[in-house]
């Protein structure tokens, strides 16, 4: 990417290079994009060209950038409490657990907040070790989880192969995904019970007395956004009832209206009575990242284990009132603009039929899926073979290209290996989201140069 041209941005840029280590990046090569204003569903590069922001960042602004209401709760909390001691009550931080349990199924009444997803996950899976008195734990090979020691080794990605310490007893299996399934099977009820089947026996050979925990994306994000079959995840809770396993839905990047639902387990329960995981951790879209913000919510038969005995954890920030604030600003706007309703509308009307449009006309796109404002195209350069357009793990000249093309005309995409994402913040108007998917229409023409 050239550095920009105009003088500030290029002095951000010089900066960033010299002085920051970048996430995830050798710092040799970091060539980032500098950018200088966000609001609502755009973005300013340093060239100052407007970009649309398919990606919601990390997946993160589901109410959009900036949004006015939000910043303002911001601006009164921080006039009114910046921080306090977590072992004081407060009253943003005790709104903020009410408000989240009240989106959580019947019996999760408690929140334990953290600054993120990661630290979420590091404490769900360390309150199952306590609740259990066991230690191993069982996770998805097509998964993120986080980015500290027991999250990584959670992580089935290939994220985690460079800290996997190969101690940590975590176990890991396939979770159902039918265009590359592991099971030869051709339909979502064949790779549904055949996925249930072999995590079972994964179980029964790796000892069910040991495991304290199994941890899944309730629809896995950034691995790619396979929407599990309807009845995957009630058979997973089952296995775990037999086996006395803690379950843990993570809905880091899933929850807060991605998926056309508060929580996108909501997608596989039948009703208020139907099952209920043990833990749910949840970050992002809490607050949409105005300020770090994650935690666990905790069912009732699992916070019973710390009520006399203390949880032993706990962070100087647990429930900062400046996140907090927003997280309650946050809740009570998408309630009372519908913003979670206008999700599911806008997969449902607009972008999925779209998307399915798209992929008749396009030979690189070997499957769309996915469902609210939470979608994923698969590419590939036979759709017979379904041989990816980037390796696993890896990235290609085809998948750079058809990027720069949507970037070029405006639209900033979210890419992963072999996949682009549509998951742009849930605020987006029909219109805005119609301008995107033509772009991508567009830039998927460069995909197809590289097809077989
Ligand atoms: C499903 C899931 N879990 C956990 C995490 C880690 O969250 P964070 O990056 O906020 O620490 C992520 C981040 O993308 C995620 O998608």
Not at 224 to 251: F, N, Q, S, W
Request: aromatic residues 8%.
């Amino acid at each position: 990417m050239p550095a920009p041209q105009n003088a500030e941005a290029r002095e951000v840029y010089e900066k960033e290079r010299a002085h920051v280590l970048a996430p995830w990046t050798a710092w040799g090569k970091h060539d980032p994009m500098v950018v200088t204003k966000s609001e609502g569903v755009y973005l300013w590069d340093g060239d100052d060209n407007k970009l649309l922001d398919f990606t919601s960042q990390l997946v993160n602004t589901n109410i959009g950038h900036q949004h006015p209401v939000v910043v303002k709760a911001i601006q009164d909390q921080a006039a009114e409490m910046c921080t306090i001691n977590p072992a004081h009550a407060n009253a943003a931080r005790a709104e903020a657990a009410r408000l989240i349990s009240s989106i959580a199924p019947e019996g999760m009444n408690r929140v334990f907040f953290t600054m993120a997803g990661t630290e979420a996950v590091e404490h769900a899976i360390r309150m199952a070790r306590r609740h259990t008195g066991r230690v191993k734990t069982l996770s998805a090979f097509r998964s993120y989880h986080g980015a500290t020691t027991t999250s990584m080794n959670l992580t089935g990605d290939t994220r985690r192969w460079a800290n996997d310490y190969g101690n940590t007893g975590a176990v890991h299996f396939h979770a159902p995904f039918l265009y590359r399934s592991q099971f030869y099977a051709e339909t979502e009820e064949q790779e549904c019970e055949r996925a249930l089947q072999h995590l079972d026996d994964l179980i029964a050979l790796e000892g069910p007395d040991h495991f304290a925990a199994l941890i899944i994306e309730s629809i896995p994000g950034t691995v790619g956004i396979m929407v599990p079959p309807a009845d995957y995840l009630r058979g997973v809770r089952e296995i775990c009832d037999k086996y006395g396993i803690v379950m843990i839905c993570d809905e880091v990047m899933s929850g807060f209206g991605r998926a056309g639902t508060w929580l996108a387990l909501d997608n596989f329960r039948n009703g208020p009575d139907d099952w209920t995981p043990d833990l749910i951790t949840f970050a992002k879209g809490s607050n949409s990242g105005y300020i770090p913000l994650g935690g666990v919510i905790i069912h009732d038969r699992i916070a019973e284990s710390f009520k006399d005995t203390p949880y032993t954890g706990g962070l100087t920030y647990a429930g900062h009132p400046l996140a907090c604030g927003s997280a309650v600003a946050t809740i009570n706007l998408m309630r009372d603009e519908g913003i979670v309703e206008h999700a599911k509308k806008l997969g449902e009307e607009v972008i999925g039929p779209r998307l399915r449009e798209i992929a008749e006309k396009h030979p690189s796109v070997g499957e769309v899926r996915g469902l609210g404002c939470f979608w994923a195209l698969e590419l590939v350069k036979n759709q017979e073979t379904r041989e990816p357009l980037a390796p696993y793990g890896g990235s290609s000249e085809a998948m750079a290209k058809a990027m720069g093309a949507a970037k070029a005309e405006g639209v900033l995409l979210f890419m992963n290996y072999n996949r682009f994402h549509v998951v742009p913040p849930l605020v987006i108007t029909e219109e805005q989201v119609r301008e995107g998917l033509d772009v991508l229409d567009r830039a998927l023409d460069v995909a197809d140069g590289y097809v077989d």
